[in-house]
């Protein structure tokens, strides 16, 4: 089996050994964020107590035209904002998506896990395929999971670290790759995916700002998408097997959390192959059923209105719905095979099983709810972002220099407004308008602006699934903190910024096609 070298710590490893031992120092994240929400509260007063405001232009998205707006700092700590603090607890973490979504993965990952259809699956496919290929298939998948939207997190990343786990590997390795994957180029893929829908519809209607008859597709970017996810591709493999990989070292399985399982066998028992036949044909059965219901013209998950499957559709839009079934299904099915899993009972004890696990994330989730609830109130972050923007909006150079100061401008943000749509909507008006009016096509605009919103999630902890990786990690060093996750996280992040733009200025001086 594979393992990581055991070479002498180069001086980068030594500065990343660093970064976590002092990142671990810090408190638990949940007393992190209750410190930071102290912090928003008393800066929210101040700047409020000031008038501090921003104006700046706007696309409305329900007429599509431009507006006027004034952004201003809304105080926490006024007769409003108290009201907003006291009654809006429970509404903040009912709207704090992530954990609904994490939990209805879990559901059926919970049974495929407790089944043992994850680990004999990837011991297969570990099996089957070439040693060296596992780091480049893994990060392939992690990259076009985005496809899933917010399931890749909850799905791929802790398989990336069984998958590790399986041969032999460091396992926190593993989740690293995943997690540089998922989040550091979520807004690329190899398929048009519904994200992109909405980020052309602000590109277009900032478009014809300057142009009213100039319109970009669905596929406006797909050739660099495609580019990107090839690049990214063997970034994230290369900084893995030769950074981030030889920095961890061989895994040492007494670091566990009690009730982890570290089986590293690789070989398939004859109930093993049974089950995963089973499952194969559940997961076979499954297909056909969605087929029926989204194939045929009219079929029910298929836009009432427009009849389209891919992008705005039930289909799209319930994703979670068709993850979890696959695990549910395939993972009931495997155990019936194999006999771990057998009645509907046990079913259920899977899955209670599965969720109990959950309780310490689902707690910082609910700080965590309320933190973003609390930023996103006072309007701080959009103030900064307008700020930044005007800055480099006044600045007098060049069409690619202003390009890949945009990029860093939209880094830089991301660490505080992690939503892609929400930036885009402030930053398509400004940016695409005055590119235009240099030479440069909203393609390229809106490219830059996937390079830029992507590598940051992967440290910034408004990320809301930050948490959950750092509670993965704990999973297989019971000592891993936030210190260990941004250690990991940083050579990913300088990496694929670094060939990122390197692809974009190249891919913009040659005047390649941006997509279709």
Known sequence: MAMESTAPKTTMQRFLDGVEKVGNMVPHPVVIFLILIGIVIVL?????????????????????????????????????GIRFIYSSLVPNFMAFTAVGLMIAAMIGAGVAEESGLVTALIRKLVIISPPAALTYILAFVAITASIA????????????????????RNPMAGLALGFAGVAGAFTVNMLIKPLDAVLVEFT????????????????SNVWFSVASVVVLTITIAFITDRIVGPRLGPYDATKAAEGTTTDQAALLSESESRGLRFAGFGLLGLIVVFLLLTVPSGAPLRNPTTGELIGNSPFMNGLIALIMLIFLTSGWCYGIGAGTVRTLTDVIAAIEKSIKGLGGTIFLFFI???????????????????????????????ALPLLLGFIVVVAIIDLLLTGAIAKWAIFAPVFVP??????????????????????????????????MVVGLMQKYDRNAGVGTLVALMLPYLAGMFVVWTALFVVWKTLGLPWGL
């Open 149 to 168: 939207a917010d399931a890749g997190y909850l799905v791929l990343i802790p398989l990336a670290g069984i998958a590790y786990l399986a041969v032999g």
């Open 368 to 398: 965590l709810s309320q933190f973003v609830a609390y930023f996103t109130y006072t309007n701080m972050g959009t103030v900064m972002a307008l700020s930044l923007a005007g800055v480099l909006q006044s600045a007098n150079i060049g």
């Open 204 to 219: 277009n209607d900032a478009a014809r700002l300057v142009d009213p008859a100039r319109t970009i597709g669905l596929a």
């Open 434 to 467: 005055l590119l235009m009016k240099l030479g440069v096509e909203p393609e390229a605009v809106l490219a830059a602006y996937r390079i830029g919103d992507s590598p940051m999630n992967m440290i910034t902890p408004l990320n809301a699934y930050f948490a």
């Open 44 to 80: 929210s007063a101040v700047l409020g107590l000031f008038g501090t405001q921003v104006s700046y232009e706007r696309i409305n998205p329900e007429t599509h035209k431009i507006e006027i707006a004034s952004t201003a700092i809304r105080s926490l700590l006024n007769a409003e």
